[in-house]
Structures are given as structure tokens and as C-alpha cells.
């Protein structure tokens, strides 16, 4: 009882001796009561739902980014970090090459490439200066 408001609901998900959720399941305050919930596969236990709110991940997830993820989908995003800074380094390497007779014109697309990498860049970490996922 509220001394203004009346009868308000007490959230019992904010009193450890109340919570009744296992390790791998997660409080939600209902009217009167609460109710658990399981976590997302990808967590062992969790705070909230889905991979992005895992306190520990399930056998075969590793986190990355704290979020989550398969161990596959983990190694596929290292294996994208590579590839795209040899697709860098490459662009450097064919302004040389083709246009190693004229200091102009190779200076000029060397400016077209840092533009490239460093728009390219911008997008793949958007306005939180963190790399987004690469996948679904």
C-alpha cells in the first residue's frame, strides 16, 4: 500500500530471496507475482531475453561483442576481418601497380581508395565506434 498512489505492485524479480528461476531461466515481474523464462539457446544463464543478454554462454557460444554467438558464426566473422583488410591492402597494391608511371594519377586514386576504406569502415562500425555483427 502507497500512501498516494494505493495498492502498487511490488516487483519480485529485484528480491534474490523471492526469485524462484533457475540458473538458465530469468525473472519477469508480473501483476501480484512473477513469472521465469528461459534464456536464449545461446545462454547458460541471462538477465533478459535473447543472446545479447547472456551473463555466461551455453556449451559450443562464445561471446563476441557481448553478444552470444556459435562457435562457427565466431570464426566466420574472424575469417571476414581478414579477408576484408586483404581486400585493403589489395587496392593499395593495384594503385601501384597501375599506375606506377604517373604520380598523379596514382596519387588521385590512392585518395579514391582511402575514401573507399574509410567509408567503408564508418559504416561497419556506424555511430557507436563498435564493429557491427555480420550476420543475421
Known amino acids: 500500500m502507497h500512501s498516494e498512489n494505493g495498492c502498487v505492485d511490488f516487483d519480485e524479480c529485484n528480491f534474490s530471496e523471492t526469485n524462484r528461476c533457475k540458473t538458465n531461466e530469468f525473472c519477469v515481474n508480473t501483476e501480484g ?3 521465469c523464462v528461459a534464456c536464449d539457446k545461446s545462454c547458460a544463464s541471462c538477465e533478459a531475453d535473447g543472446p545479447d543478454s547472456c551473463i555466461d554462454c551455453a556449451e559450443g557460444f562464445l561471446k563476441n561483442d557481448n553478444v552470444c554467438v556459435s562457435q562457427e558464426v565466431a570464426s566466420r ?3 571476414m576481418t581478414q579477408v576484408r583488410y ?3 591492402g589489395g587496392l593499395f597494391v593495384a594503385t ?3 599506375f606506377q608511371r604517373s604520380t598523379l594519377l596514382a596519387g588521385g586514386l590512392g ?3 582511402v575514401a573507399y576504406i574509410s567509408l567503408s569502415e564508418y559504416y561497419l ?3 557507436t565506434g563498435e564493429l557491427r555483427p555480420i550476420m543475421q
Do not use: E, P, R
Open 33 to 35: 507475482s512473477f513469472t
Open 77 to 79: 566473422i574472424f575469417n
Open 86 to 88: 586483404l581486400t585493403y
Open 96 to 98: 601501384a601497380i597501375i
Open 111 to 113: 585518395l579514391v581508395v
Open 125 to 127: 562500425q556506424g555511430a
